[in-house]
């Protein structure tokens, strides 16, 4: 389905530390760590604390919290891994391509003359 429970969820495992993750950073709200299977090196996530599922149940505060780092980690993303552009994409539902039902948005560096694709 379009839904996973907390118990379920790979994201909520790695907040909590019950499976490893390669954190950057995080706080009570956000929490920014690499892809496993990164698109290109450097490949950022960035999530909620709490769960949800995707866009549709965020409240106002998370939002805020979650625009604010992603902010904060673009540019610090392409600097470290010498992009030239910066990929930011964020899948709602299936039918989106979402693969991982934990709200996330992904940060991509890109290359001039290699097409991103996610
Ligand atoms: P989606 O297609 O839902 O927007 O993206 C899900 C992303 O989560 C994919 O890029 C995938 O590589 C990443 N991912 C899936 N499982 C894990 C995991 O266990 N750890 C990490 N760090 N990333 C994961
Ligand atoms: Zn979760």
Not at 12 to 20: H, L, T, V
Not at 40 to 50: D, F
Not at 82 to 92: R, S, Y
Request: hydrophobic share 40%.
């Amino acid at each position: 389905g379009d839904e996973t429970a907390t118990e379920n969820c790979i994201f909520c495992k790695i907040i909590s530390g019950k499976a490893p993750g390669h954190i950057l950073y995080r706080d009570d709200e956000v929490m920014c760590f690499l892809d496993i299977a990164p698109v290109s090196a450097g490949h950022t996530l960035v999530i909620p604390i709490k769960h949800h599922d995707n866009i549709f149940t965020l409240n106002n505060s998370e939002v805020s919290a979650l625009a604010i780092q992603t902010r904060r980690f673009a540019p610090i993303v392409k600097r470290v891994t010498g992009a030239d552009g910066l990929g930011v994409h964020q899948l709602n539902g299936r039918a989106a391509g979402q693969t991982v039902f934990h709200y996330h948005t992904h940060l991509i560096p890109c290359f001039h003359g290699k097409p991103m694709q996610i």
